[in-house]
């Protein structure tokens, strides 16, 4: 009986530590700590998601989350923002400013503290450009509709 609870208490135990080992080994690729500062060298695009998170692109495919220290009111609406970098770097301690339109000129809006910038994976930065709707880009199902004569 002790034998077999041994064996049983070891297996469990090696499929835990490999399961903890793939998961880690998936998750080693992308850097969970976040960053300080993200060079504007390498930056390709941004997207606003809210009013709090902004993405940024980089060259080479790497992305990041910035989730400013508070809501940054007009971000999402104006959909556009400047910042002032030295040395090529946009940092967490630095801020960005809302561009806001007014009669088809762009004006300074409200100023806004970033974050620790998080690198994410491609899924992780569509599901929050698109939520649930990334899966539903793919082709739609077919569905056979009832004729018209037909009644429920």
């Known amino acids: 009986m002790r034998r077999t609870l041994k064996i049983l208490v070891y297996t469990l135990l090696t499929l835990g530590s490999v399961t903890l080992a793939t998961t880690a080994a998936a998750q080693d690729d992308i850097d969970r700590e976040g960053e300080r500062c993200i060079s504007v060298t390498r930056l390709r695009s941004t997207h606003v998601v809210d009013d709090r998170t902004v993405l940024f692109y980089m060259r080479g495919g790497d992305i990041y989350r ?87």
């Open 66 to 152: 910035n989730v400013l220290r508070h809501d940054c009111p007009g971000l999402k609406r104006e959909n556009r923002f400047s910042y002032k970098v030295t040395v090529s770097r946009l940092c967490s301690v630095q801020t960005i400013t809302v561009l806001e339109d007014f009669g088809g000129s762009l004006s300074r809006g409200i100023s806004c503290g970033l974050g620790k910038f998080y690198q994410i994976s491609k899924d992780e930065a569509d599901f929050l450009r698109y939520g649930e709707r990334s899966d539903i880009q793919a082709e739609p199902e077919a569905v056979d509709l009832p004729d018209d004569d037909e009644t429920p």
